[in-house]
């Protein structure tokens, strides 16, 4: 045994252990039954053992019988048995979303009688909050709770339950005020469900399941101590549980998705579907590394407000899109149900249909996390990490805004000196902010040349701040070569060619604008094509130049991040500003969601980046940088669409700035890999390996 609150490290190793040590004799918890009725039991019994062996206690206060910790002590568990193989959570999935309420607002009877026994899976709980005319409005429910005999009468009639056919109690809102008082008349309370006056229908799913079901109450009587918080204080227990549905449930699903996903890749036809599948990893990455904040969020006793919705947008994508893939890989089989296989993809296919809908729709989401973008009038930011690290981007930005050119705001910074070499944190703050400014400001900037560059300038001998790479090694008649981040000062070019080769070329005739998309990344420079120049072939630690090329290609997802922030804050300023039909045209839902979606996108990819930066320092980031790209380059371009779509004509004129960053986001998508080619990349590697990266663990990198 470890003791109570291990760190997650120690906690992580120790469980690993646990569970090689009881690999055979587990065994038979890894065989699902296709029939559902038939998982429960099983379910029941490995969350009795991990309790029994000591596991399902870390993650909950000790006062209460746990073992100390929170959420993310949970998020361990979790992960290492998805990893190792064990079936999904389902009706488990209810413990990271109902105990912490029980644990905040519970009375000490109830937490005395229910917490240790939920841990252990004897008391299995059912979520009861929907009814037939409060879905979306919650705050409009009818099920009325009535003061009598020192506890309350409940009558009423609740909805698309969750495993109530399975569960022995259930947590539910009921009112207690008035219909005008709306949310405010509301209460939380606990049932058993076995309670008289209680009867449970089971609503047969379009997947063939019976976990959804209708709930009756008929004069059934609760305790007074069985309501959770105050008499009228139910919506504060319900938003305290949607959050951590919209929160913690999001790293659950995306440790079940990443174990899927390696099922899926070992199908026959997996090879040629490489395009959709290395855009799942990139997605269910994504949503780990976003949702891993949020849960540190909750790990610091914060409310994770609108930033939960954020997550549980991205659970709704990343499932819906991994079962689109599923069915590609998988047709025409999964549509067809030939074979047991097939069908139990079938049924998880059907059951994602529903992802959009359940916890609160996607659409509700949209709406909460635009109402906070147009208040503010920008894209809310993730706050830095510390205070250093808020200096260092500060003065980053502002010598960007202040210098007359990018090189001029390097060369003031001492840039070239740490900027480059990311390693400790001082230099991860610069590094992040320096490239996510130059998204911002569009100018051309030898900084991400010089990432590639480094290793190949020391073994040349000449400055890393002196040469440029060329791109893909395009080379027209005349000799001219494209190449990024071009300017006076630049005297040295790189060409690679098809094979790896790499050779130094003095720079010839200066730089002339490009005819790519955005001439201010990429220019000509000429290059003697009948080889009378000195081109120095160049040997470089293969090792090295592969990290160098994930950097670069994390700089670059770096950038196109600026670019959509700047395109994102001018949207919500332009459609908080510009008035249609008498207002402005902000108060349109069409608009609002086009805001949030871009929002969506940015959360994931501003937490992609940073730890995929982090990992790097520690010397093992180099998929999480690969996938950055790729879900940078997919996403960014989704965001310069919408807005387009926000700014209306005038975003589409020379004057208007929309064309500078969606020409610079489309190049750098072009760049050093593009995301179509990226996931193919990374799901070809995939299907050799048959392991998804999972790119970060629950604890931070020491380094
Ligand atoms: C598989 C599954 C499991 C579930 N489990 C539970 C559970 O355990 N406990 C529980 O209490 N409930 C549960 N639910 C119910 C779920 O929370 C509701 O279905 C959901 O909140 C939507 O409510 P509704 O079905 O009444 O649809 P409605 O609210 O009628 O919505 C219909 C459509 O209108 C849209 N819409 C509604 N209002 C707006 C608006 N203001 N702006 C834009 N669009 C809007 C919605 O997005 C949706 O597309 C579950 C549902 C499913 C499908």
Same mark, same amino acid.
């Given at each position: ?20 040590? !009881? ?26 053992? +991990? ?64 917490? +240790? ?51 022995? !109690? ?229 010598? +960007? ?192 969601? +086009? ?62 700035? !929309? !064309? ?44």
């Amino acid at each position: 045994m470890i003791g109570k609150n291990p760190s997650l490290e120690t906690l992580g190793e120790a469980f690993q252990i646990y569970l090689d040590e !009881h690999r055979d004799e587990h065994a038979r918890f890894k065989r699902m039954p296709a029939d559902f009725g038939e998982r429960v039991p099983i379910l029941c019994e490995l969350q009795r053992t +991990l309790f029994d062996d000591g596991w399902s206690r870390y993650g909950w206060s000790e006062e209460n019988g746990g073992f100390g910790g929170t959420v993310l002590h949970r998020a361990v568990i979790c992960d290492l048995l998805e990893r190792n193989g064990y079936p999904p959570r389902q009706n488990f999935e209810h413990l990271d979303i109902l105990p912490p309420a029980l644990e905040k607002f519970g009375r000490p009877k109830v937490i005395s009688d229910l917490f +240790l026994p939920t841990l252990r899976g004897d008391v299995l709980w059912c979520q009861g909050f929907s009814e037939p005319t409060a879905g979306s409005d919650l705050a409009a429910l009818r099920t009325r709770a009535v003061r009598q005999d020192g506890g309350y009468r409940i009558d009423g009639h609740k909805i698309w339950t969750s495993w109530a056919k399975w569960s022995t !109690h259930c947590l539910f809102l009921a009112r207690t005020g008035s219909v005008e008082e709306r949310h405010r008349g509301l209460s939380a309370f606990v049932i058993a469900i076995d309670s008289p006056g209680v009867e449970v229908n089971a609503i047969r799913q379009s997947n063939g399941t019976d976990e959804l079901a209708e709930v009756f109450f008929d004069g059934a009587m609760v305790d007074e101590e069985n309501r959770l918080g105050e008499e009228g204080e139910g919506w504060a227990v319900a938003m305290h549980i949607l959050a951590g549905e919209r929160g913690a449930y999001a790293w659950l699903r995306q440790a079940e998705l990443l174990q899927k996903l390696e099922l899926l890749c070992q199908a026959p036809r997996a090879a040629e579907n490489t395009g959709v599948l290395g855009e799942s990893l990139t997605r269910l990455l994504a949503l780990r590394c976003r949702s891993r904040e949020v849960m540190e969020i909750l790990a610091r006793g914060e409310q994770p407000g609108p930033e939960s919705s954020v997550s549980k947008v991205l659970v709704i994508d990343a499932e819906q899109q991994f079962y689109d893939a599923a069915r590609q890989v998988l047709a025409p089989d999964l549509d067809l149900g030939f074979g047991e296989n097939a069908q139990s993809w079938q049924a998880s296919y059907l059951y994602s249909r529903a992802a959009s809908i359940y916890g609160g729709s996607r659409e509700i989401q949209l709406n909460v996390i635009a109402k906070l973008m147009v208040s503010q009038g920008k894209s809310p930011r993730t706050e830095a990490r510390d205070e250093d690290s808020a200096t260092v981007r500060e003065s980053v930005f502002d010598a +960007l805004q202040k210098s007359a050119n990018t090189r001029e705001a390097l060369e003031g910074l001492d840039w070239w000196s740490y900027g480059v070499e990311p390693d400790d944190a001082f230099g991860r703050a610069a590094f992040a902010a320096w490239f996510e400014g130059q998204g911002a400001v569009p100018t051309i900037s030898p900084a991400l040349s010089a990432v590639r560059g480094t290793s190949w300038a020391k073994f040349a001998g000449v400055e890393a701040n002196q040469l440029a790479v060329a791109v893909d090694a395009r080379r027209d008649r005349d000799g001219r070569v494209l190449a990024v981040g071009v300017d006076e000062k630049t005297r040295w070019v790189v060409v690679e060619d098809e094979k790896g080769q790499r050779t130094l070329h003095p720079t010839g005739g200066g730089a002339a604008d490009s005819d790519a998309l955005d001439s201010q990344l990429l220019r000509w420079v000429s290059i003697a094509s009948d080889g009378s120049t000195a081109a120095i072939p160049l040997e470089v630690d293969a090792r090295e130049d592969r990290r160098r090329l994930a950097l670069t290609r994390l700089a670059c997802a770096y950038e196109i991040l600026g670019a959509s922030l700047a395109l994102v804050d001018r949207a919500v300023a332009h459609t908080n500003e510009r008035e249609q039909f008498g207002q402005p045209i902000a108060r349109f839902q069409a608009i609002q969601h +086009l805001l949030s979606e871009s929002q969506i996108d940015i959360a994931a990819l501003s937490a992609l980046c940073d730890a995929s930066l982090e990992e790097w320092s520690s010397g093992d980031g180099e998929a999480l940088s690969t996938t950055s790209k790729a879900f940078a380059g997919r996403v960014g371009r989704n965001i310069a669409q919408r807005a387009l779509q926000c700014f209306g004509a005038i975003g589409f004129t020379d004057e208007h700035p !929309h !064309h500078l960053y969606s020409r610079r986001i489309h190049t750098l998508d072009a760049i050093f890999g593009t995301h179509y080619a990226l996931h193919d990349e990374l799901a070809n590697e995939l299907i050799r390996t048959g392991k998804a990266p999972r790119g970060i663990e629950v604890w931070r990198s020491a380094s």
